[in-house]
């Protein structure tokens, strides 16, 4: 994410970058304590689409996780360098409704917090499956 927001240039773009930021700012502002507190060691970014290579071939990607999770912490749980990415256009093409975009950029940041935490994609399926049971 931007340190500061971008200055209005009328550039529609650059206000649709804005519009996106404010919605992963949004979103973690919305991680639940405890978890919110242990993300100090989480650099949160915002791409507007992946670098080559990190996208697996026939898949979009929307956010990735980048680090060490905290279940891997040495023993003297020293912090690691770590960043969750979230990426701008994927979200743009795939949820073109502004509510359901923001939904989406919520899934995503609370998905790559969940890595953070240590839990795997497939575990995130299993827990989704569960929340939709109920």
Known sequence: MRDQPLPATGDPEDERRQEFDDLVANAIADV???FAERLDS???????EPLPGQQPPGQLLFG?????PRTAWGADGAP???RITI???THELAFPNPERRAEAVRATVFHEV????GIDDERLIEL???RRRR
Do not use: I, M
């Open 32 to 34: 639940p304590s405890p």
């Open 42 to 48: 989480v650099a949160f970014v915002v791409e507007d």
């Open 64 to 68: 990735l996780y980048e680090g060490v």
């Open 80 to 82: 690691l360098s770590n």
């Open 87 to 89: 990426f701008r256009r």
């Open 114 to 117: 969940a890595h953070h935490f």
């Open 128 to 130: 989704e499956a569960q």
